[in-house]
């Protein structure tokens, strides 16, 4: 009896197993030992994305020799494309090829994307004069923009399929350890990217090639190609211990017929006098089994439920954007080489903060604390963040200097006179000593007479939206001025400029780098860095370098009586043109702080309640409508910031916070009335009444043909009894 037991619940087993495509795998502290290969495997890939992207404006502008505004539209193009093509992928795993061969040929795709982008950045290929400087830049650009496509196409590909697979590891019975998984599996996301983008801006840095020496592209898109090809390997490797789904046919066409037919079933029977039917999807009932229509439903609902999630993402987003230039109007004298790691170091605190300490204590408080209320409490944090970050703009704002508008000219002077002159500029009267200037700047509206001592007045007219300067020199007996008009310009670094009054032409150097001959009372070039090399023609030298606080502006001013020898900085004046940056970048860790508790939050738990929500053959759908909302976040950020026209960019920060915490009740109210589901449950129950729906049917068809029969004959008969009927 015993072993009849036995051998029954043995069969039961393996008719569970062989119905869910799911085997028995190995475990080691409860989970499953093949899940362990997907996370290297997706810590591999992301630090091969994300090196890859680090470099890739940077590579545009300085290899290809782009301008900064195609750099960012080729550059925002293709991450868009990444966050579109989930949905290719999602239909290839779920309909035809299933998920792991997805993985596998879409990663081959991948590989063959970085491999390409590798060759691509050698300059040597076509540099036939050996010059440095490739000979055929179209070969280049073809290569490169065929591997960006390989790679969006291959990245966007596998992104829906490797979380679903992930998950398709663990059993019911482990749905703990699966929500763990989904933790884990972003952290080795955040992982990957912080590693890739601390190592491969260094080994950008690096110099190599054949003929000439120049920024190692090659080698920054080189190292995330060989992890690519580590993380295709190390996928494959764990292929014996996967539980392997098995794709449902063509299940989107299904779902999309499925769809159209109950609208058009109910369009056609619209009458009142037609009862009704529980869900506008049960119209469906005539053409499609009820399995199908309840999966449909599933995902319906749940993709009813991104609907508002977007608009966290269009924050989110920028981070890499906005944050990042109001980064650049502070003070980051030690921390801003942090600025593109801040994220990812929060995220390995914050996520085993919030699974190990937050969630545990929330739990004892009795609180249900359930998945969209998770998503919701992320989108209000990323909210908060947002006006966090109002609050430290306003700060800045009180920093920066007035700068002119389009119709307005600014304007300050120097007197390179070797005595004190007095200036008489529009309304303006102020008194200068020699080889100093105004503090200032001022502003006018309309061309302005400037008087110098007690000498004739002359018109100055400057051009609308520039600062300038206007040095004073005496030639001849007589007092002149020299205009130096500049662009208005924001904060970002600091810039400087040479006036040099010294008797003789003098040519400045940086690095390697000359900025040209400066002839005697004129001025140089504006150049982003404090340590140049000052030459007369007998190349006589004198090293001059200055610290600076970040985002300050100078001119330099090299007197007659300049001398190159040891200590010739020392007889070098400065005008301040622009005061540094006074807010430290530090203020903006709270903001980081918000936004990346928001989202751990938030899209941990979106991961994992897209794929605990899904039928068992739409997993990577739903994963990559999931991912859908990055992509539609990303072109909320473009419409909302050309439409607003906010002159403030605190006020801007303000509108998409309020615009989040208006998605977030709208979001709250829907969750409100969400049902949760199991998908598993409810497929085994459909799968149970099955044998019955089916010996339904076959009696109702026995019926059919006992009547279709019964009136055939009949037919028969009255037709032999006319035959009859004429013969006699």
């Keep these: 009896m015993k072993d009849s037991q036995s051998h029954s619940c043995c069969s039961f087993s393996a008719d569970k197993e062989k119905k869910t495509g799911k085997k028995k795998s190995v475990t080691i502290f409860g989970y499953p030992l093949s899940i362990f290969f997907i996370v290297v495997n997706e810590f591999c890939e992301r630090f091969s994305y994300y090196g890859m992207r680090a470099v890739l404006v940077l590579y545009f502008k300085y290899f290809l020799k782009w301008d900064d505004d195609f750099s960012t539209t080729i550059y925002h193009t293709f991450v868009a494309l ?68 390989l790679i969006a196409l291959g990245t966007g590909g596998i ?4 979380a679903a697979f992930g998950g398709d590891q663990f059993n019911e019975d482990q749905e703990k350890q699966r929500s763990t998984f989904f933790s884990i599996f972003y952290l080795s996301i955040n992982a990957g990217s912080l590693l890739s983008t601390i190592i491969t ?18 080698l920054a898109f080189g190292v995330p190609a060989a992890l690519m090809v580590v993380s295709l390997i190390v996928f494959i490797v764990g292929s014996g211990m996967y539980n392997k789904t098995a794709p449902s046919g063509n299940i989107m066409v299904k779902v999309c017929k499925c769809i159209f037919f109950a609208i058009m079933n109910r369009f056609h029977n619209r009458s009142s006098q037609i009862p009704k039917r529980e869900h506008w999807l049960d119209w469906a009932e ?30 989110f987003d920028q981070q890499g954007s906005r944050w990042t230039l109001q980064a650049t109007t502070m003070d980051g004298n030690f921390v801003s080489f942090l600025l593109s790691t801040v994220n990812p170091i929060l995220i390995l605190i914050m996520v085993p903060v919030m699974d190990f300490i937050i969630y545990p204590l929330i739990s004892k408080c009795k609180l249900n604390f359930t998945p969209l209320r998770k998503i919701t409490v992320g989108m209000f944090l990323a909210g908060l963040a947002f006006v966090a970050a109002a609050l430290v703009q306003l700060q800045i704002d009180a920093t920066l ?54 000498g004739p007045t002359e018109t100055i007219r400057l051009p609308g939206g520039t600062r300038n300067t206007i040095v004073i020199v005496e030639e001849a007996g007589r007092m002149t001025n020299i205009k ?31 900025f040209g001959n400066i002839v005697s009372k004129n001025m140089s070039t504006y150049v982003d860095v404090a340590e140049f090399v000052i030459k007369n023609a007998a190349g006589s030298t004198c090293a001059f370098k200055r610290e600076f606080g970040f985002g300050s502006s100078y001119t330099f001013i090299i007197p007659p009586t300049f001398i190159l020898e040891e200590n010739c900085e020392e007889h070098i004046k400065e005008v301040e043109d622009i005061k ?64 607003a026209t906010l002159p403030d960019q605190w006020a801007e920060y303000v509108l998409f916070a309020a615009l989040l915490v208006l998605v977030c009740i709208i979001f709250a109210i829907m969750a409100y009335f969400y049902t949760y589901i199991d998908p598993v ?25 006992m009547v279709e029969n019964h009136d055939e004959k009949k037919r028969r008969s009255s037709n032999e009894g006319k035959i009859v009927q004429t013969n006699f």
Excluded at 681 to 705: G, H, R, S, V, Y
């Design 401 to 454: 200097p007035d700068f002119p508008s389009s119709t307005e000219q600014q304007a300050k002077f120097i007197n390179m006179v070797n005595r004190s002159i007095d200036i008489t500029a529009g309304k303006y009267a102020f008194q200068l000593q020699t080889l100093q200037g105004n503090e200032e700047y001022y502003t006018y509206n309309l061309p302005f007479d400037l008087t110098i001592d007690s």
């Design 201 to 218: 801006p260094i080994l950008r840095a690096q110099k190599c090639g054949i003929h000439t020496q120049q920024q190692c592209y090659p």
């Design 286 to 315: 005539e053409k499609y089994d009820k399995l199908l229509i309840a999966q449909v439903k599933m995902v319906l609902k749940v993709l009813f439920l991104y609907i508002p999630l977007p608009m966290f993402w269009a924050l």
């Design 159 to 162: 992104k829906p399929c490797v």
């Design 580 to 643: 540094a940056n006074s807010i430290h970048m530090a203020w903006q860790i709270p903001q980081y702080f918000l936004m990346t508790s928001g989202e751990v939050v938030f899209s941990v738990t979106g991961l994992e309640f897209s794929y605990s929500q899904a039928p068992s053959n739409m997993k990577a759908v739903l994963q990559a409508g999931w991912l859908l909302t990055v992509a539609v976040g990303n072109i909320i950020v473009l419409i909302v910031a050309e439409a």
């Design 681 to 705: 449950q409810i497929e085994a129950d459909f799968a149970n009444l099955e044998p019955e729906d089916e010996k339904k049917k076959n009696l109702e068809m026995t019926k059919k043909d």
């Design 82 to 149: 990444c966050y579109l093509s989930p949905i290719l992928g999602a239909i290839i795993a779920d309909s035809w090829l299933g998920k792991f061969k997805t993985i596998v040929y879409l990663s081959i795709v991948y590989t063959a994307g970085q491999v390409i982008m590798a060759v691509g950045a050698i300059n040597d290929i076509t540099d036939g004069n050996k010059d440095g400087t490739p000979d055929n830049m179209t070969f280049h650009i073809a290569l490169s923009m065929v591997g960006l496509l």
């Design 484 to 514: 130096v008009g500049i662009k208005v310009r924001s904060k970002s670094k600091s810039n400087h400029i040479f006036f040099n009054g010294f008797g003789m032409t003098l040519n400045i150097t940086v690095g390697e780098e000359g």
